[in-house]
């Protein structure tokens, strides 16, 4: 299924994988790869975006991407410590920039800023240690224009306070629970961010992250949030 918004045809892949193509024809992917979310897709990305070290895919990448791609991926992935077989990213064969926790920088047009991805210790998904599966410093979320039109993934952490002061017309919500914003916590950060739309991702895909997206759609659409569900990505 595609999800038409405004100027942008998006569609979820599965995971945390999300495709954006402009009525131009400029192709964004958003953590391409892992658990076999991409079979049969051209090489036609122009800008790959990576948010940190879970949602890294070389080959994902590389599958996707096109010749002068440019790969955007957070300073913190480290293949050393990934504990899969990947491709560093200085190894990919695509031009590549690094980015930190508050960068902003131009792509073909496109504008992307990062914003911190973490989960808080103090918060509701740190174990009783303190320990989180998402320190801070491992990820970051982005936030694009595209066409005009402002798109939000928040990579995996909590749904912190500071998102809902971004201008968001498109949300992506990670809605998967355990070690991420389950779909109570990313309901109520759409309805304080209040964006044109709600597409939930980064569900079902694995067992950890089962989560009822109708009931997150019910809730979000019972705010006055308009939301829509693209589940060719469940189970894959």
């Known amino acids: ?10 569609e979820w892949l599965g995971y945390a994988t999300v495709r954006i193509e402009t009525e131009s024809g400029f192709v964004v ?16 990305g122009d800008l790959v975006c990576v948010t940190h070290d879970h949602h890294y895919d070389g080959d994902g990448i590389e599958r996707v991407a096109a010749r002068d791609a440019t790969v955007v991926a957070f300073e913190g992935v ?4 990934i504990g899969r077989d990947v491709v560093p990213v200085g190894e990919l064969d695509r031009e590549v920039v690094r980015v930190g926790e508050e960068d902003h920088l ?9 914003v911190p991805a973490y989960n808080d210790p103090e918060g509701p998904h740190a174990r009783a240690d303190g320990s989180v599966s998402h320190p801070r410093g491992l990820g970051v979320g982005y936030r694009l224009a595209i066409d005009g039109v402002s798109v939000f993934w928040p990579g995996d952490g909590d749904a912190h306070d500071a998102y809902a002061e971004l201008d968001v017309s ?19 950060l759409a309805e304080r961010m209040d964006p044109d739309l709600v597409l939930p991702v980064h569900y079902d895909t694995i067992e950890m992250l089962e989560a009822d997206s109708a009931a997150f759609a019910a809730d979000v659409a019972g705010r006055g949030i308009p939301v829509v569900l693209d589940e060719r990505g469940v189970g894959q």
Do not use: I, Q
Request: glycine share 12%; hydrophobic share 35%; net charge negative.
């Open 78 to 81: 480290d293949a050393s410590r």
């Open 106 to 114: 131009s792509v073909g047009g496109v504008d992307l800023w990062t």
């Open 170 to 188: 498109l949300f992506l919500a990670n809605v998967g629970g355990g070690p991420v914003s389950d779909r109570h916590e990313a309901a109520d």
């Open 1 to 10: 299924m595609t999800v038409r918004h405004d100027s942008l045809r998006v």
């Open 29 to 44: 992917y958003l953590d391409p790869g892992r658990y076999g979310v991409l079979s049969d897709y051209p090489k036609d």
